[in-house]
Structures are given as C-alpha cells and as structure tokens.
Nanobody, 121 residues
C-alpha cells in the first residue's frame, strides 16, 4: 500500500545541518504538492515548508534562509535541507503529500510516521 517514509533525522548540535528525505512508496503514483510539518512536545503540528508540482516553494518565517525544500519526481521524493539548526527546531518532522494513484483524476493526502530531529545547544 501507499506510504510516506521519512529518513535523515537525528541528533545534531546547534549550527549543524541535516537533510531529511521522504519517499512515497507504492507503484503507479504521482506526487503533487509535498510538504514538511513539525511538532514539538506540547505544541500543535505546524507547517514548515511545501513545494508544488511546479516547483513553487513556501516556508514558514522561522526557517526562511536556513531550510531548503526540493523534490525529485522520478523518485516521488521530497527533501528538506536544514542548515544552521537551532534548539527550537527540535521536533518530530512529518512528511505530507498529495498523491495521485494509478489513473485516478484526484489526489489523496498522506502523512508519514515522522522522524525526530533533536538539536542540542
């Protein structure tokens, strides 16, 4: 079945970098808008970044200039390059994507299980 699998999370020191990856697994699918969200303990899940089918990107203000989102449609993947990480970036990062399955004329929205990013001071 279709699923989004995140990888690349881990523990880093402030100022360090990580690259998160998310791959949509499943045969015969096409990814449309793909995005990253994050959720810290006690907080609501918040939007981090998104990239449209056309490559248009959007970022929440707190990560502008530090994070870069990109996609690889051949792999049905989305990436988040995270530089100059801060302790406040610590959260579980979730991949989100609108996927078209087979010959459907509509997309469904999917969430990954999440990957932990822990930034120490």
């Amino acid at each position: 079945q279709v699923q989004l699998v995140e990888s690349g999370g881990g523990e880093v020191q402030a100022g360090g970098s990580l690259r998160l990856s998310c791959v949509a697994s499943g045969s015969d699918l096409r990814a449309r808008t793909m995005a990253w969200y994050r959720q810290a303990p006690g907080n609501q899940r918040e939007f981090v970044s998104s990239i449209s089918t056309y490559g248009r990107t959007d970022y929440t203000d707190s990560v502008k200039g530090r994070f870069t989102i990109s996609r690889d449609d051949a792999k049905n993947a989305v990436y988040l390059q995270m530089n100059s990480l801060k302790p406040e970036d610590t959260a579980v990062y979730y991949c989100n994507a609108d996927l078209i399955l087979g010959s459907n004329y509509y997309s469904d929205n999917y969430w990954g299980k999440g990957t932990l990013v822990a930034v120490s001071s």
